[in-house]
């Protein structure tokens, strides 16, 4: 008999998030039967054995090989049976009655194809990254937290939706890739997640995939799930991240728009990577504090790394940001 759930989830070295994310389903669904399929993503960190000893009715997968967070699901959902499937980070815990508010929102709204839930840190404030716009050179060239924080309603952040303070699901462009529930149908007719991607911009890719198909997707504000690294400052930003981030924004442009949006994309991002650096440089004379000055370095070092990436030179001119860094840190302010 085909269950009307599956609960995917991927797990790379948070052991510990998985069980609690899994007691939590348990707790507050437990008359909600569902499969459950957690991938180990060759982090071998013991997930196995701990599913095994508490959980032995979860489904466990272990990849000898990081197949990437899409990858991973894709696996999964291969193997999966229910007629809805729920992607879900390990690092979330969900709350009572999410659920039912999304089991029910995806087989009663018209045309749902994939519905997303209320997502809150863990400190049960809002995280305003569960829904929000596909990327586009507007909203990446102004995407900052201070304009976010102070309009959040504007139009090209898509998150509109989460200070309507109503409780009725609403249509949105896309949802984030913590909790993402769709129909088995919908997934398997857009391909599940493209691959293309080393990391970010999977979820979005699947969204505009779902979009494109015909199928709305929707947020549902009763479905509340906390998610403990979603926080804009939960992930501690590198060079790396920064870059990698923008390499799957124009992977995501060139797939679903064409290659000349994707380079003007790049060139976007230059001009905003140049416009940030003589913002810094300008400020410099006013770090006199050294906390304020190790952040200034960093700035500087993000946004020439960004550069760098954006115009093709980035082996250029992260040495000489690193050079920088280097003879600066000689002669930081006390």
Known sequence: MQPPLSIIIVNWNSAAFVRECLASIYRHSSHCHCEIIVVDNASFDGCGQLLKAEFPQVTFIQSDHNLGFAGANNLAFERSHGRNILFLNPDTTVKVGALDALIEALASLPKAGMVGARLLNADLTLQTTCVTSLPSIVNQAFSTTLLRNSFPRWRIWGMQPLYD?????????????????????????????????????????????????????????????????????????????????????????????????????????????????????????????????????????????????????TGLLNRAANHHRASAHTSLPQ
């Open 165 to 313: 303070g109503g409780d009725a699901p609403c249509t949105v462009e896309a949802i984030s890739g913590a909790c993402m529930l769709a129909k088995r149908d919908v997934i398997s007719a857009v391909g599940a997640f493209t691959t293309d991607y080393f990391m970010y911009a999977e979820d979005m890719d699947l969204c505009a995939k779902v979009n494109k198909a015909g199928w709305k997707i929707y947020y549902v504000p009763r479905a509340e799930i906390i998610h403990y690294g979603g926080g804009s400052s939960s992930l501690r930003e590198n060079n790396f991240s920064n870059i990698a981030m923008r390499c799957s924004v124009a992977r995501y442009m060139a797939l679903h728009r064409n290659r000349s949006y994707s380079i003007l994309y790049r060139l976007s991002t230059a001009v905003t990577a140049i416009c940030r650096l003589l913002i810094l440089v300008g400020l410099s004379p006013l770090a006199i504090h050294r906390k304020a000055y190790r952040y200034l370095i960093a700035a500087i070092s993000k946004w020439t790394g960004i550069l760098a990436w954006s115009i093709g030179a």
